[in-house]
């Protein structure tokens, strides 16, 4: 009974974890998955809890990520005709992130949930220029 048990375990945790949805990505570009990571359950479930404590405990987690973007700069396989937009998009990213630093740091909640969102907003607005994710057959 033990082995069936433990056999059934095994065969449902590998069916988990090697199925499609496990093993989704979002992003092609790995840099905006790490950051997506992070900001996600923020967005998710810290912002409309007004839990500004948990946003507050990842800003510099959510900032490093922010920062790993910038740094990388227009990714291979932006189409051209989007790397303008893309570079533009990219400074107001900065911007933003930098806001939100600051506002993490030593700014009111209002302030955080502002700077916060024009982070989002910013990434989203990158993320939609990335190249799509590659599927498998």
Request: charged letters at 30%.
């Amino acid at each position: 009974m033990k082995k069936l048990l433990l056999s059934a375990l095994i065969i449902s945790t590998l069916t988990l974890l090697l199925s499609p949805v496990a093993r989704a990505e979002h992003f092609s570009v790995r840099e905006y998955e790490e950051f997506h990571d992070v900001l996600h359950p923020l967005e998710h479930e810290a912002l409309p809890k007004g839990d500004f404590k948990t946003i507050r405990a990842q800003a510099g987690e959510l900032s490093r990520r922010g920062d790993a973007i910038v740094k990388l700069g227009v990714p291979g396989g932006v189409k051209k005709e989007h790397a303008d937009e893309f570079k533009e998009g990219l400074k107001k990213f900065a911007v933003a992130l930098n806001k939100f630093r600051e506002d993490a740091s030593a700014g009111t909640d209002a302030r955080l949930r502002e700077s916060y969102s024009a982070v989002h907003d910013s990434f989203e607005m990158l993320a939609s220029l990335l190249p799509p994710v590659k599927r498998g057959p």
